[in-house]
């Protein structure tokens, strides 16, 4: 199983009487998300299930790479769930998800997105995942639910200021 966990990119500050989970992308949001869509599909990302906040600014980032990876629009699964959920809600949600979804790619929000990394990756030591930032790994399993009964191995994280940008491990 492959597991891709891709925090939102950059939102917008402009407008402070805006809900927060009705942010929209800043313009280096607009900017980043597409450019690391390109740096997955580049890597050979083929997400069976791309599953987003519900929040517009991880929506719109889950949509910019999924065109970047020609993976239908309409299929983006957003869930409320996934809006600033603690590590323990984020893993409970990926562990839910269907076995025959054999990668997956997860847009969300900090700081769960951070503590699932280095809880599945303690090797990882990850101070914050930037925005527009991603951490790929596999899980030599069968289904979603056994993710935490086996180790996770590192493919690679990336972030929109990477200067390696396609070395394997960074």
Known sequence: MRLTLFRHAKSSWNNPGLADHDRPLSKRG???????????????????????????????TARCVAEALEYPLEEIRSSRRLYFADTQEILQFIMEQPAQWREIIVVGHNPGFTDLANQLLPELRLDNLVTAGCVAMDFLTDDWSEITQVRARLLYRDYPKNIQRMSQKQ
């Open 30 to 60: 607009k900017r980043d998300a597409p450019m690391m869509g390109d740096r997955l599909a580049a890597r050979g990302a083929r997400p069976s299930a791309i599953l987003s906040s519900t929040a517009l600014r991880a929506l719109t």
